[in-house]
């Protein structure tokens, strides 16, 4: 066997034991749980000692012919059986018998057998176990029960035919004693289960309030899940409403572009019927519009948000749209770039596209002449807030250029370049942007807008 181990059967037997004893009321429910233990554990305590006292008690009684000791002890230990054993009893009654099985039996030996046959021995516990019990208050009233209880067995034994006899002055000092003895031990242990009994209490109505708390917050954690589970299935539903007004957004996208497509093609095919190459040009420069606000739509079809436009994405494809459309002979034009990413709101993206390409077709148209190679170049920066978007060219420049874009009172008018030159300073107004012309070693245009 292990060390420190009880056996099998006596393990078992004490375990049988302690669950018996222990009351079914939890542990949480407080002062009554402990009471009840107790209780519990004083009928057990009186049973065992009891049956092992009872037996030469009751032989004792039987030799010296004391008829009453025997019915009186026989009467008291079946009471204890019987409250060990019925356990629906309510608590108040129960101890009830108790106290009043244990006064009856001191005050019935203290009357039959007298001072020595132990009835002042079974009145000592009596006010304690009412203390304990009941409260500070039943222990006093248990000490006077026992003062009444020496005075009735002092008087008795001139009424009654009794076996014993002493004298009621020395009665009176042994009960005297007793009583003080009774009431030196008795008033500081019901003190002592008084407050242990308030602090259970304390910790009764803590655990209570914590119960309470806890039901609190799982109440608040359900409600908060039902929330959760609430705006989780709103978000679901706001993601797939915005699902399909991407969708909506890239087909409408989509189909303005098509359409715009569809124009530019028309053009196109006017212009392949088209004799005159005036006409042609012009249907040209009209196509090259079309196609700069067609390709913003493509852009936003192809990217997943439609807020902005990549700049730089954009106008690098709108470059090679350019340099494919109008397509110098011998490769003598070069385009260059040097762009940062910027992105702008569809409504300023557009003007700049249709500016840049305006400035790209007049830089093609007259800044070259007579098959002269040169280069264009396209800047795009960002300094503090400002875009600066740059077209410049070195080919032979613009001798009036403040003129041609109406920062001066000229009245020179070139119909050839009136609508470009017009569309170009609509545009500036809708952007907001301030020129920054240059005709030094070529022409130079810069926009600065705000982003």
Known sequence: MEKGKKSGPLDRVFKSIQGYLTPKAPVSSGLSFWRELILTSILFTMTILGTIVYFPSVYLAWTEGKTEVLWVDS??????????????????????????????LGLSLLIFVGPEGGGLLWLFPFPVLAGVLFGLTPSLLGLLA????????????????LPWYMAPERLYVVGLNFLIANTIVCVPLTILMRGLQESVQRRHEY????????AHIYRSKRTLEKE???RIEIERTLEENLREKEVLLHEIHHRVKNNLQIVSG??????????????????????????????????????????NV??????????????????????????EADMETVRLSMEKAIPCGLIVTELISNSLKHAFPNEAKGNIFIQLRVKENKIHLTV????????????WFGQTASKKNDTDSSLGLMII??????????????????TSVCLIFKT
């Not at 026992?146 to 035919?161: D, K, P």
């Not at 655990?207 to 806890?214: A, Q, V, Y």
């Open 75 to 104: 009467c008291a230990l079946g009471l204890i059986y019987f409250l060990l054993l019925v356990k629906r009893i309510n608590f108040s009654i129960k101890a009830t018998m108790v106290l009043t099985m244990n006064y009856c």
């Open 146 to 161: 026992n003062m009444i209880a020496v005075f009735i067995a002092s008087r008795a034994q001139f009424y009654m035919n």
């Open 207 to 214: 655990l209570t309030n914590l119960r309470l708390r806890k």
């Open 228 to 230: 959760i589970a609430t």
């Open 266 to 307: 028309m053009l196109n095919l006017q212009n392949m019927y088209s004799a005159e190459s005036t006409t042609s040009e012009i249907l040209s420069k009209a196509q090259n519009r079309i196609t700069a606000m067609a390709m913003i739509h493509d852009h936003l079809y192809k990217q997943d948000k439609f807020a």
């Open 310 to 335: 990549d700049m730089k994405t954009y106008l690098d494809s709108l470059l090679r749209h350019l340099v494919t459309s109008y397509f110098p002979s011998g490769n003598r034009i070069g385009f």
């Open 392 to 403: 410049k060219d070195d080919g032979v420049g613009m001798p009036a250029i403040q003129e």
């Open 425 to 442: 300073r609509s545009l500036c107004n809708q952007l907001k942007a301030e020129l920054d012309l240059k005709n030094v070693g070529g």
